[in-house]
């Protein structure tokens, strides 16, 4: 009888634990919406959604997975620009530019998909996304370079990125919307690392 109840109680454990992530998501949707990304706290929306905080890394790994999760982008976004970052500044354009070129490849989503349905409007969406990769990748990457014109080189690399991805993914200019992979970077690499000029 009791391994009746115990087969009974697994699959009800199973919903327990998507309805909680669903909860999370949901909680970290209104509060990165109310808040912003650099307003929002785990911890807060562990509380919002009525779990223990530990609970929210177990499903996300960090704030920076669940920010991913609550606007639909790519799990494998984060960890790959973290993995961009590591090596410094050697190298640093064609690390950039290949987490980009491998991850929109694999998603099958084009860069206004990733803008997502998941918030309440785009405007919305776009002001969270422009605000993670600020955080993340152009404050980063400013302090990184550590010079005056730290800000306005991060933001030559922006233009950079977001001139590629336009190209080959939205307006799918050719031959950058059929180039490799491997032959892009080679040529954009070298372009985003001449952003960091002297800095080198």
Known sequence: MA????????????RTGAESKQRILDAARALFGEHGYG????????AEAEVDPAMVFYFFGNKQGLFAAAIEL?????PAI???FTGGLDGF????????????DASGRTPL?????????????????REYIDREITGRLATLLGTPDAAIRAGMVNVQLLGLTVARYIVRIEPIASSSVDELVSRFGPLVQHCLGDAL
């Open 3 to 14: 391994e009746d109840r115990s087969t009974a109680a697994r699959p009800g454990r199973w």
């Open 39 to 46: 307003g929002t706290t785990v911890r807060a929306v562990a």
């Open 74 to 78: 790519s799990a494998q976004v984060p």
């Open 82 to 84: 973290e993995s961009a």
């Open 93 to 104: 354009g064609e690390r950039l530019v290949r987490t980009l070129l491998e991850n929109m």
């Open 113 to 129: 998909a990733l803008l997502t349905r998941s918030a309440r409007t785009s405007d919305q969406s776009e002001t969270l996304l």
